[in-house]
């Protein structure tokens, strides 16, 4: 089954940027990103004060107007992250992405996005806030929050985003 997959919603000198695998075919099929009633993304948005509402999938387009962008690993597959194929994920598109609009922080919503971007194994990843890189913007990787990975939750690395992300704006003034 061919789903469209999601659009990007990047900007220039956004302050974070999600990064998920890539869409699950709820998303897909909806047009939005994290769309599943199961996924705990947007009640966790809004739970760790990184949005001033709760939002509704179909509203993710208007989180731009709060600075926040969406991309994934893959444009083309869609389903769980062990169903989207190895050729189907675009690291250097990313890289590309990233590089091109310059965002303050992005953010893994889940282990397997950051170990394709790395290239590693995703036993090798480490949740929350990674060593800088030279010319990238800062990086977390979080815990999924599909309800599939329910065994793997941990709101704790959400709530350290969103504290690195409230101190980075008081840095700036």
């Not at 089954?1 to 075919?25: C, K």
């Not at 950051?114 to 913007?137: E, H, M, N, W």
Request: charged fraction near 20%; aromatic fraction near 12%.
């Amino acid at each position: 089954m061919t789903f469209d997959r999601l659009p990007d919603l990047l900007a220039p000198n956004l302050r974070l940027v999600f990064v998920g695998t890539a869409a699950s075919h709820r998303s897909a099929a909806e047009g939005a990103y994290y769309a599943h009633p199961g996924n705990r993304f947007w009640r966790t948005l809004h739970e760790v004060g990184l949005t001033p509402r709760l939002y509704a999938p179909s509203e993710f387009r208007d989180l731009l107007a709060l600075g926040i962008g969406f991309t994934d690993m893959s444009k083309r597959g869609s389903g769980m992250d062990h169903n989207v194929a190895a050729d189907e994920f675009d690291a250097a598109r990313f890289v590309s992405a990233i590089k091109k609009f310059r965002p303050r922080v992005i953010a893994f919503t889940s282990k397997k996005a950051a170990s394709v971007c790395y290239s590693v194994p995703t036993q090798k990843i480490r949740l929350g806030l990674q060593a800088p890189q030279p010319d990238f913007p800062s990086v977390f990787v979080l815990p999924s929050p599909s309800g599939a990975a329910t065994r793997y939750w941990d709101i704790a690395p959400w709530r350290a985003l969103a504290a690195f992300i409230k101190q980075r704006a008081a840095d700036r003034g």
